[in-house]
């Protein structure tokens, strides 16, 4: 005698999820961030507080300290805002266009990542000092493109590149031509397309992009001081002033200074963030 066959149904089974559950994954990541992350922050706020106030404002906004995150904070905004119009262009080149070295361009954007700081510092500064391929024909011009801020400009701008390109560019993959194509046949020119449908589609990126270059920009070390000349009230970046008040032994200042630039960064980076969440909701909306 046949049996009828009937679907099994999964309803009410719970689903298998490679993963751990909520609460454990949960605990996980935030012990993982906490011991990582969290822990040297608060350490370091708790270092500062031991000085205090009188003691960490005198270290903290000497006239040295100040010149300092002026050249730190200017020099990563500049070359932040370098790096999102020029980071901007060459991640539509990779994505729009197919020649060949496509693939050895793409490897070399991200040669910054891998490349020792020291390193890139030392080839910064034989092709820009007065003697170098690109400096000597500058300071025949009269232009000094080492060991003034200039150098410390341009050894940000080869640190930041590949933080506004590799933001970029899966934006303007996942876009697609269908947007500019449909501009196109409303009879939208290439600018207005580019300024009306585009940009505003990838602005959030570019923030972003923006946002962690000039992060990296101003706690950078390795690659600035060879090329900066580090000339205190001139050439001297924050980190530089923080690495030789260890030397001198001078702990409280260099933990006023470090608690300084560890605050603005935060804080840029959480306005960042505040604006890209409210950015995400009006769209949504």
Same mark, same amino acid.
């Given at each position: 005698?046949?049996?009828?066959a009937?679907?099994?149904?999964?309803?009410?089974?719970?689903?298998?999820?490679?993963?751990?559950?909520?609460?454990?994954? =949960?605990g996980i990541?935030? @012990?993982? =961030?906490?011991?990582?992350?969290l822990?040297?922050?608060?350490?370091?706020?708790?270092?500062?507080?031991t000085?205090?106030p009188?003691?960490?404002?005198?270290?903290?906004?000497?006239?040295?300290?100040?010149?300092?995150?002026?050249?730190?904070?200017?020099?990563?905004l500049?070359?932040a &805002?370098?790096n999102?119009?020029?980071?901007?262009?060459?991640?539509?080149?990779?994505?729009?266009?197919?020649?060949?070295?496509r693939?050895?361009?793409?490897a070399?954007?991200?040669?910054?990542?891998?490349?020792?700081?020291?390193?890139?510092?030392?080839?910064?500064?034989?092709?820009?000092?007065? @003697?170098?391929?690109?400096?000597?024909?500058?300071?025949?011009?009269g232009?000094?493109? &080492?060991?003034?801020?200039?150098?410390?400009?341009?050894?940000?701008?080869?640190?930041?590149?590949?933080?506004?390109?590799?933001?970029?560019?899966?934006?303007?993959?996942?876009?697609g031509?269908?947007l500019?194509?449909?501009?196109? @046949?409303?009879?939208?020119?290439?600018?207005?397309?580019?300024?009306?449908?585009?940009?505003?589609?990838?602005?959030?990126?570019?923030?972003?992009?923006?946002? =962690?270059?000039?992060?990296?920009?101003?706690?950078?070390?390795?690659?600035?001081?060879?090329?900066?000349?580090?000339?205190p009230?001139?050439s001297?970046?924050?980190?530089?002033l923080?690495?030789?008040?260890?030397?001198?032994?001078?702990y409280a200042?260099?933990? &006023?200074?470090? @608690?300084?630039?560890?605050?603005?960064?935060?804080?840029?980076?959480?306005?960042?963030? &505040?604006?890209?969440?409210?950015?995400?909701?009006?769209?949504s909306?």
């Amino acid at each position: 005698m046949a049996t009828a066959a009937f679907p099994v149904s999964n309803k009410g089974r719970g689903r298998h999820s490679p993963l751990p559950g909520l609460s454990l994954t =949960l605990g996980i990541t935030f @012990t993982w =961030l906490g011991i990582l992350l969290l822990l040297p922050l608060v350490a370091l706020f708790i270092k500062s507080l031991t000085l205090g106030p009188a003691h960490f404002a005198e270290a903290a906004f000497s006239r040295r300290a100040i010149a300092s995150y002026e050249l730190s904070f200017g020099a990563a905004l500049v070359a932040a &805002a370098v790096n999102a119009v020029f980071g901007l262009l060459v991640a539509w080149v990779l994505v729009r266009y197919r020649f060949p070295g496509r693939r050895l361009l793409g490897a070399l954007v991200d040669l910054p990542f891998a490349l020792p700081t020291a390193v890139a510092g030392i080839a910064l500064t034989a092709v820009y000092a007065n @003697t170098g391929w690109v400096g000597k024909p500058a300071a025949t011009l009269g232009l000094q493109l &080492a060991y003034n801020p200039v150098g410390v400009v341009i050894a940000l701008t080869f640190i930041g590149l590949p933080f506004v390109v590799r933001t970029v560019e899966p934006v303007l993959a996942d876009m697609g031509h269908g947007l500019e194509e449909a501009a196109a @046949t409303l009879g939208a020119r290439r600018w207005t397309i580019f300024r009306r449908v585009i940009l505003p589609e990838i602005f959030p990126a570019i923030v972003t992009g923006f946002a =962690l270059a000039f992060a990296r920009g101003v706690g950078e070390y390795g690659s600035v001081i060879f090329i900066a000349g580090n000339m205190p009230f001139k050439s001297e970046i924050s980190p530089l002033l923080i690495v030789t008040k260890l030397e001198e032994y001078d702990y409280a200042g260099a933990t &006023a200074i470090a @608690t300084v630039l560890l605050l603005a960064s935060l804080i840029l980076l959480l306005l960042i963030n &505040a604006w890209q969440g409210r950015e995400l909701r009006r769209r949504s909306a």
